[in-house]
C-alpha cells in the first residue's frame, strides 16, 4: 500500500483544515488507518485512528472533540478533520496503515506516507 497525504497548511488559531490520505492498491478496505503527527525535536505521536470498516475510532486525549477521523474506502482514502486549531497543533502529519488492529503505537503500522505540514499561528 502507498500512501500520499495532502491538505496541510498555514492557518491561525481557531481555524480548520481538512487532511487526506489517498491509498493506492485495491486491498485498502482491510487495513485500520491511523494518523500520527511530529513537531519540530519532539517524538512522533498518535492523533487518530480509524477501523477498516470505519465502526470504530480512536483519539489522543489532546485532540479529543477537536479532530475527526474517517474514511471512504470506495475513494481509497482516509481523513483528518481538524478543527479550533492550537499553535501546538504545529506539526508534519503523517498517515498509516496497518494490517493488524489499529494501535496507538507508532511501529504496529507497516505503511506510512510522506507526511504533510500544518502551522498554526497564534
Known amino acids: 500500500v502507498q500512501l500520499q497525504a495532502s491538505g496541510g497548511g498555514l492557518v491561525q488559531a481557531g481555524g480548520s483544515l481538512r487532511l487526506s490520505c489517498a491509498a493506492s492498491?485495491?486491498?485498502?478496505?482491510?487495513?485500520?488507518m491511523g494518523w500520527f503527527r511530529q513537531a519540530p525535536g519532539k517524538e512522533r505521536e498518535f492523533v487518530a485512528a480509524?477501523?477498516?470498516?470505519?465502526?470504530?475510532?480512536s483519539y489522543a486525549d489532546s485532540v479529543k472533540g477537536r479532530f475527526t477521523i474517517s474514511r471512504d474506502n470506495a475513494k481509497n482514502t482516509v481523513y483528518l478533520q481538524l478543527n479550533s486549531l492550537k499553535p501546538e497543533d504545529t506539526a508534519v502529519y503523517y498517515c498509516?496503515?496497518?494490517?493488524?488492529?489499529?494501535?496507538?503505537?507508532?511501529?504496529?503500522?507497516?505503511?506510512w506516507g510522506q507526511g504533510t505540514q500544518v502551522t498554526v499561528s497564534s
Open positions: 498509516a496503515a496497518t494490517s493488524k488492529s489499529y494501535s496507538h503505537r507508532v511501529g504496529a503500522y507497516d505503511y
Open positions: 492498491g485495491r486491498t485498502f478496505s482491510s487495513y485500520d
Open positions: 480509524i477501523t477498516w470498516s470505519g465502526e470504530s475510532t
